[in-house]
Antibody
Framework: QVQLVQSGAEVKKPGSSVKVSCKAS????????ISWVRQAPGQGLEWMGRIIPILGIANYAQKFQGRVTITADKSTSTAYMELSSLRSEDTAVYYC????????WGQGTLVTVSS | QTVVTQEPSLTVSPGGTVTLTCASS?????????PNWFQQKPGQAPRALIYSTSNKHSWTPARFSGSLLGGKAALTLSGVQPEDEAEYYC???????????FGGGTKLTVL
């Protein structure tokens, strides 16, 4: 049984960066990819990118290219999503999920961007 | 840019049957797109229902089924229950640099 636990809510200023963590327990961390999905208030789900820990390879949605960096620390079974140059439109709940069947999701992390 | 299209909203009566679809701007959806379906209720995280076109998770009620229909991925609810009222999202796999794309979601009303 895989469990994904995310870091807590963040409030950030426009132009700054945020780094959200996603710690996995159960299963074998390196054997699956972790995706990041966000949902702005009242909006749909948006796939942002993913990391394949065993390869250290990340893919990103075109929309976020250059602003998002997804990494993984195999020693702590933790994936990270860092989003830079934050703007108010980045206010959203950010989720991590096991890639592929998306069976397991983190609880979500609210990131609020406000001056 | 790839666009995945779902019906914005659908209404179904309790006990009825409804089919939600998921189309790709690149052409017909096949099993190679590994369609996933999710249910989301207000204030809750998405919950996975279907993966790889038609495979159910252990918690997926039997009344939900996934398929390919007329070049689209489809989610059919048979014998709809009031608790099925929710937003439903599909997710398609494209591989390459941007592997996954979500549809815009379908708001299902049970009335």
């Amino acid at each position: 049984q895989v469990q994904l636990v995310q870091s807590g809510a963040e409030v950030k200023k426009p132009g700054s960066s945020v780094k959200v963590s996603c710690k996995a327990s159960g299963g074998t961390f390196s054997s699956y990819a972790i995706s990041w999905v966000r949902q702005a208030p009242g909006q749909g789900l948006e796939w942002m990118g993913r990391i394949i820990p065993i390869l250290g390879i990340a893919n990103y949605a075109q929309k976020f290219q250059g602003r998002v960096t997804i990494t993984a620390d195999k020693s702590t079974s933790t994936a990270y999503m860092e989003l830079s140059s934050l703007r108010s439109e980045d206010t959203a709940v950010y989720y991590c999920a096991r890639d592929g069947d998306y069976e397991y999701w983190g609880q979500g992390t609210l990131v609020t961007v406000s001056s | 840019q790839t666009v995945v299209t779902q019906e914005p909203s659908l209404t179904v009566s309790p006990g009825g049957t409804v089919t939600l679809t998921c189309a790709s701007s690149t052409g017909a959806v096949t099993s190679g797109y590994y369609p996933n379906w999710f249910q989301q209720k207000p204030g809750q995280a998405p919950r996975a229902l279907i993966y790889s076109t038609s495979n159910k998770h252990s918690w997926t009620p039997a009344r939900f089924s996934g398929s390919l229909l007329g070049g689209k991925a489809a989610l059919t609810l048979s014998g709809v229950q009031p608790e099925d009222e929710a937003e439903y999202y599909c997710l398609l796999y494209y591989g390459g640099a941007q592997p996954w794309v979500f549809g815009g979601g379908t708001k299902l009303t049970v009335l």
